[in-house]
């Protein structure tokens, strides 16, 4: 039998980084509810996001956690142009082409990643990159502790601006009816790219809690997004809560099954709970009924 403190250790490893899960799919659930699309250059723009906190850390000294002010406005304001200049301009008006055109630029990115950056892994050093704190008999490493915190926080202020600001009401709105909102005055591009550019600023903060405890190379968005989709399915397309819970959720599922079955057979559980979810409960935990 499994000792109680390796199984607590496990659970908590696991909602570390089914936190940063989370937040991931975050970004990925408000770009699908005002958008109404799949945004295939997700984990492409994580691996952005990486390699940004890597360059700050190399060339400038600055540490991941402390990059935070830099990355995050520089990812929202990728995506804001991103939206604004290519993706709208090019879609027009049809989400076939919405889909195709971030499928593109997902494959722009990665491959501007492969001939900058060539397909070495990198990783960076910090001063407690291989510190450990003791939570009961469980021992966590600091850097995901930090990235555990951090992910939950920037979730909550998400949550906050999409619930409580006039931004927020106008993201809630155009979500709903975009011609209604239209006719109310509000600015639908504006709304849309503000949405682009905040589900790419989460990215940004994910990735500068990941990298102190994680590497970098030009497919590192491939995994995530795959858990992302997950996690989005799970929780429900479009809800916030279901997101931040699903996030946790695999994250835990992810870590008992490497647990039970090996590291390599550990994401199993993850895509025998999507298929399961699409088969008994397409509209996830908490969505709503078509």
């Not at 304001?77 to 993706?87: H, K, N, P």
């Not at 990665?110 to 892994?121: I, R, V």
């Not at 895509?271 to 509209?283: E, S, Y």
Request: proline letters at 3%; a neutral charge; hydrophobic letters at 55%.
């Amino acid at each position: 039998m499994l000792d109680a403190g390796i199984l607590f250790s496990s659970v908590l490893n696991g909602l570390t980084t089914g936190a940063v899960y989370a937040l991931i799919a975050l970004g990925l659930t408000l770009i699908y509810g005002v958008l109404h699309i799949i945004n295939f250059a997700h984990g492409a723009s994580l691996m952005v996001a990486l390699y940004a906190v890597y360059l700050l850390k190399e060339h400038w000294g600055i540490d991941p956690y402390l990059a935070l002010p830099l990355v995050v406005p520089g990812m929202f304001a990728l995506g804001y142009a991103l939206q604004r200049l290519v993706i709208n301009r090019s879609s027009h008006g049809k989400d076939e082409n919405i889909l195709l055109v971030t499928l593109g630029l997902s494959i722009v990115m990665e491959n501007a990643a492969l001939l900058f950056f060539k397909s070495d892994t990198r990783t960076i050093d910090t001063a407690y990159t291989l510190t450990t704190v003791a939570i009961g008999p469980a021992m966590i490493a600091l850097p995901k502790l930090v990235a555990f915190a951090g992910a939950l926080l920037v979730s909550g202020v998400l949550l906050w601006i999409v619930g409580k600001t006039d931004l927020g009401r106008a993201i809630r709105a155009v979500a709903r009816e975009k011609h209604g909102a239209k006719l109310m005055g509000i600015d639908v591009d504006h709304v849309y790219a503000m949405s682009f550019g905040i589900g790419l600023a989460c990215l940004g903060a994910a990735a500068c809690f990941l990298l102190p405890a994680y590497y970098v190379n030009p497919q590192v968005g491939g995994g995530f997004v795959l858990v992302a989709f997950t996690v989005v399915v799970l929780g429900g397309m479009g809800s916030f809560g279901g997101a931040l819970v699903g996030g946790l959720l695999i994250g835990v599922v992810e870590s008992l099954g490497g647990l039970f079955l090996g590291e390599s057979l550990g994401q199993i559980g993850i895509f025998v709970i999507f298929i399961a979810v699409l088969l008994f409960r397409p509209q996830g935990l908490f969505g709503a009924k078509a």
